[in-house]
C-alpha cells in the first residue's frame, strides 16, 4: 500500500464550503498519487473555528464548540470522500462533546474511515500541559485496533506518543501501522513527538505515520504557531530504510510524503529481524524488577 501523511497548514475559512473544497483538494491530490491511506494531523480542525468569524476563534473556549459544532459535516465530507478515491483517510482531529453528558468537557477525537464509511474513533489518552491547565480539554475513551483491508492500525495522538506503555499495549493488540497526527508549537515540541513516533516504530517493529501541522495561524490563538515535518518511520532494519525514515518533508511546508509499506515486510522483521525488539520486549520486564544497585566510587 501507499501511505500519505500530512504536513498541514491551517487556514481561515468563512463557510464549511471552503474547508470543503480544501480538505477535497488534499485528499485528490493524495490519492491521485496513489495513497491508499491517507493521515491528517492532530487539531487540524481547529482553522473551522474561523466559521464563527475571528471573534469567536480568538476565544479558547468558544473556538472548541464552535469546531464540535461542524464535527457531524465533516465526518460526512471525509467518509465521501473515502469512498469516492476507495480510500482510508485519518480525518484531522479536534474536540468533541459528549451528547450522553452535555455538561462535559470536551475530547481531541481523531475518525479513522474507509470506502464503506466510518469505521471508528480514537480520543487522545494523554494530556499536554496546555489541554490540561489551561484549555481544559480532557481525556477520551480507551485505545482501538482498527482491523483493516490496509492492516492493523492504531492511533496515538501527539504526546501519547511519547509513552513507550501506549503504543506497547497497540503492539500487543496486533498493530501494525500506528498513526501519530500531531500539533506543535515548537521545534522541541515537534522534536519530542517525532523521536517517540521512531522509537515506537523500533520497539515494536512497525510503521508510523507522523502528520503535523505546520505554518502560522493568526486568528486562532490555541494553535497559532505550528511546527513540523510529515514523516513515514519503520525499524531501521531488514527491509526499511537504514536511518528508519520511508519519506519527510521539508520542515514547515506544507505537502505530502508519501511511503509504499509492505505488511509482509512488518512481519518479516518481527520474525527474522537483525534484533528482535518487539519479541524480546517481556525480557525487560524481569531485568527491571531487579533490585537496582548504587555503586559509589
Known amino acids: 500500500m501507499m501511505i500519505a501523511a500530512a504536513a498541514y497548514p491551517l487556514d481561515f475559512h468563512a463557510d464549511f464550503a471552503s474547508f470543503a473544497a480544501k480538505t477535497t483538494?488534499?485528499?485528490?491530490?493524495?490519492?491521485?498519487?496513489?495513497?491508499?491511506?491517507?493521515?491528517?494531523?492532530?487539531?487540524?480542525?481547529?482553522?473551522?473555528?474561523?466559521?464563527?468569524?475571528?471573534?469567536?476563534?480568538?476565544?479558547?473556549?468558544a473556538s472548541l464548540h464552535e469546531v464540535a459544532r461542524a464535527r457531524p459535516q465533516t465526518d460526512a465530507l471525509y467518509a465521501e470522500l473515502a469512498a469516492k478515491h476507495a480510500v482510508h483517510i485519518l480525518g484531522a482531529s479536534g474536540?468533541?462533546?459528549?451528547?450522553?453528558?452535555?455538561?462535559?468537557?470536551?475530547?481531541n477525537r481523531a475518525s479513522l474511515f474507509?470506502?464503506?464509511?466510518?469505521?471508528?474513533h480514537q480520543d487522545k489518552q494523554m494530556m499536554t500541559r496546555f489541554e490540561r491547565e489551561t484549555w481544559d480539554v480532557v481525556?477520551?475513551?480507551?485505545?482501538?485496533?482498527?482491523?483493516?483491508?490496509?492492516?492493523?492500525?492504531?492511533?496515538?495522538?501527539?504526546?501519547?506518543?511519547?509513552?513507550?506503555l501506549l503504543g506497547r499495549a497497540l503492539i500487543e493488540?496486533?498493530?501494525?501501522?500506528?498513526?501519530?497526527?500531531?500539533?506543535?508549537?515548537?521545534?522541541?515540541?515537534?522534536?519530542?513527538?517525532?523521536?517517540?513516533?521512531?522509537?515506537?516504530?523500533?520497539?515494536?517493529?512497525?510503521?508510523?505515520?507522523?502528520?503535523?501541522?505546520?505554518?502560522?495561524?493568526?486568528?486562532?490563538?490555541?494553535?497559532?504557531?505550528?511546527?513540523g515535518s510529515a514523516a513515514i518511520y519503520g525499524p531501521p532494519d531488514r527491509g526499511f530504510p537504514a536511518?528508519?525514515?520511508?519519506?519527510?518533508?521539508?520542515?514547515?511546508?506544507p505537502g505530502w510524503a508519501y511511503a509504499t509499506v509492505d505488511l509482509e515486510t512488518i512481519r518479516e522483521v518481527r520474525r527474522d529481524g537483525q534484533v528482535l525488539n518487539q519479541a524480546h520486549w517481556p525480557e525487560q520486564v524481569t531485568r527491571a524488577a531487579q533490585k537496582v544497585t548504587l555503586l559509589r566510587p
Not at 114 to 120: A, E, R, S
Not at 243 to 253: A, K, Q, S, W
Open 25 to 61: 483538494r488534499w485528499v485528490a491530490e493524495a490519492a491521485g498519487n496513489g495513497a491508499d491511506l491517507l493521515v491528517f494531523p492532530e487539531y487540524g480542525l481547529m482553522e473551522q473555528a474561523s466559521l464563527g468569524g475571528r471573534t469567536v476563534a480568538a476565544d479558547l473556549e
Open 95 to 107: 474536540p468533541v462533546f459528549e451528547a450522553a453528558r452535555p455538561k462535559s468537557r470536551p475530547v
Open 173 to 227: 493488540a496486533g498493530a501494525e501501522i500506528i498513526l501519530v497526527p500531531s500539533c506543535t508549537d515548537s521545534v522541541a515540541g515537534f522534536t519530542r513527538v517525532r523521536v517517540g513516533a521512531m522509537a515506537r516504530a523500533l520497539e515494536g517493529q512497525c510503521v508510523t505515520v507522523h502528520s503535523p501541522t505546520v505554518g502560522l495561524c493568526d486568528f486562532c490563538p490555541a494553535v497559532d504557531e505550528n511546527v
Open 114 to 120: 474507509g470506502p464503506n464509511g466510518l469505521i471508528g
Open 243 to 253: 536511518m528508519g525514515i520511508f519519506d519527510e518533508t521539508p520542515l514547515n511546508r
Open 139 to 164: 481525556a477520551g475513551g480507551p485505545l482501538q485496533l482498527f482491523d483493516t483491508p490496509l492492516g492493523k492500525i492504531g492511533v496515538l495522538i501527539c504526546y501519547d506518543s511519547e509513552f513507550p
